[in-house]
């Protein structure tokens, strides 16, 4: 999104503490129940992590949480939590019924994600992110809602896509403002390169459809670049370039804010072939 500017990167970096090669790894504590009861971040694993890892999309901001959000992640998290495990989820059991299923990744504070679980009561949603007040918001939102249809994974969503989201599982996955990472060093941090399309096609139903959005217009041209040359998959603008936003997608906190300001915003559908 265009208000994370070059020196936001900075920032982000210097508030986390961490040169580029020490990114710290999320630890979640739990307690003898079960239920969620803090994050931390444990420099031993992020030592081990920073020895065997892929560079991450993201640095952990660790903002402080509001005292709601706070109470959301202890008393709600048990009803809209699911702790990242290593083999795949069984998401009829988790939700209690079969129903089409998004999958969205880095959902911020997750107003849109809700707002669309709100709406589409006949689709169940996981949403996947790493910032630990934008998870309590979110479950804090879903818990104001009173919806059922919708379950948060706190973990980074490399991991949780190759190791918990069961083959041909996704109707429809969404990236909705993913971090541009201005800088041309940090560009190897963006999501949407060929490795992250073998890693989700695989996921997708047949017919399923990948939605990403941005407002970063040298990432929405890779986005489009690296979609286009995938044979697995079929773009649905009918130019071949970009689409309309769809109704589903409400409008972004980023967003809306980009549009006062005058800019752009991409959309791009594409669509698992038959045969992939
Ligand atoms: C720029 S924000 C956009 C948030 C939201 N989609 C919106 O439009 O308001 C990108 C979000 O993606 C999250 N993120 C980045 N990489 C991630 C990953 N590998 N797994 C989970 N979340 C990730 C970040 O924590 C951040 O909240």
Redesign the pocket.
């Known amino acids: ?1 265009s208000e ?1 500017t070059a020196s936001d990167e900075n920032d982000v970096f210097a508030a986390a503490g961490n040169t580029e090669k020490e990114l710290p790894e999320i630890v979640r504590e739990l307690d003898e129940s079960g239920a969620y009861v803090r994050h931390r971040l444990s420099s031993a694993d992020a030592e081990k992590d920073y020895r065997n890892r892929r560079i ?3 640095v952990v ?1 660790e903002g402080r949480l509001t005292a709601g959000q706070e109470h959301a992640l202890t008393e709600y998290w048990k009803a809209y939590g699911i702790d990242y495990q290593n083999r795949p989820l069984d998401i009829t059991g988790v939700f209690g019924r079969t129903a089409p299923l998004v999958l ?6 997750g ?3 809700v707002e669309m679980a709100v709406r589409d009561s006949g689709r169940d949603f996981i949403g ?4 630990t007040p ?1 998870v309590g918001a979110c479950i804090m939102a879903a818990h104001e809602a009173g919806i059922s249809n919708l379950r948060v994974i706190h ?4 991991d ?1 896509i190759g190791n918990m989201i069961p083959d041909g599982a996704v109707d429809r996955l969404q ?6 990472w201005h800088k041309a060093r940090h560009n190897k941090r963006r ?1 949407v390169k060929p490795d992250f399309l073998d890693l989700i096609i695989p996921k997708l139903s047949p017919n399923g459809i990948i939605h990403m ?1 941005t407002d970063w217009e040298p990432y929405a041209q890779q986005m489009l670049e690296v979609q286009s040359a995938d044979p697995r998959i079929e773009n649905l603008s009918p130019d071949g370039t970009y689409a309309e936003r769809p109704d589903y997608r409400p409008l ?4 809306a804010r980009g549009q006062r300001l005058g800019h752009g915003v991409w959309d791009l559908l594409f669509r698992k072939k038959q045969c992939s």
């Open positions: 999104m994370n991450k999309s993201f901001r969205e990744i880095g959902f911020g504070m107003k849109s994600l996947i992110e790493v910032h934008g973990y980074d969503a490399v949780v990236l909705y403002f993913p971090d541009p999501l959005a972004t906190k980023f967003e």
